[in-house]
């Protein structure tokens, strides 16, 4: 299956506030977690359906529903209704392909961005789609799975970390794409680890499983670059928005995400750099070990050109041939061609030839 474009023919022509997944089904159920806090308390819980968090949306505490699992519709509808979110909302969290952005509505702000995972068994790159929803004292996070990339966050909310506990739900969605942005830098950072390898590989013994590996991590490093493109647009957006929902305060952090997305577009940059290098490196190589054998074959050949005439000479069938009967025509003839081969030897070797 494609790993850049994945649309579905079903999908053309529909209208775009149709409440239709068009994603990969990633989770078998639908988990609605809630975490609502303050400075002085933090509940923690999962609830069974939408009715149970409708109360969050006019909380005068901060708090963070989290879905893990887009698939069902019905619930999703749920969502848009209960929340009054504007009916593109919701289309667009279900389709898990769309492009990271960012689009303010009424009575909030709607963030979309590609989480990265990293299996280090085959050195792949997997992408899920998050879409964080800021109302006021109010975060909404949509996941494609369940997954345990925000557990951090979870934790500073539990061990009563004043800032975020004192924040409201801009803060709690900057941590939230802070963890994501870092995440990039550290998938980046293992994949480079690999592609720096290459580098002894390619100066000892270059191999086809070296080309292989080249064009593998060319093929990961353009994958990571589909995700964070958007999204280092999407966070200069971010940074000059001019929201009621984004606090004055927020601004310093928004940087400091800008700072760290231009950081993992710069260490990327560097790596296909790398990459394009180390695959013209590899081509020198091969071509360089070809050279060498065509030069030994062609210097193999031209000593025996002139050794070739000689015993052609005196391979033709002719009666008067004035050394033919002669006794010592054999070894003569060995000399002069042993002579021959050692002065061009001789005179390749000086001339650096091999």
Known sequence: MARFIKAKKEAIGISPDAILFRGEKKSDYIRLRVLDFDLEKLDEFEVKNVCETIRFDNSTTTSWLNIDGLHDEKIMEEISLGFKLDSLIVPEVLNTHARPKIQEYDNCICISVKMLQYNGVDDQITAENLVLIIKENLLISFQEKEGDVFEPIRKRLRKNKKRIRSSASDYLAFALLDVVIDNYIYIISRIGEKIESLDEELISKPSNSTLEAINKYKGEIIYIRKAIKPC????????????ELMNENIGIHLKELQSNINQANDLLDSYREILSNQLN????NV???LNAILKFLTIFSVIFIPLTFIA??????????????????????WGVILVIAISMIIYFKRKKWF
């Open 232 to 243: 280092l647009e999407m966070i200069m957006s971010l940074v000059k928005l001019d929201s």
């Open 312 to 333: 052609g000479i005196y391979g033709t069938n002719f009666d008067n041939i004035p050394e033919l009967h002669y006794k010592y025509s054999y070894f003569i003839m």
């Open 281 to 284: 490196m590899f081509h020198t």
């Open 287 to 289: 071509s360089n070990q």
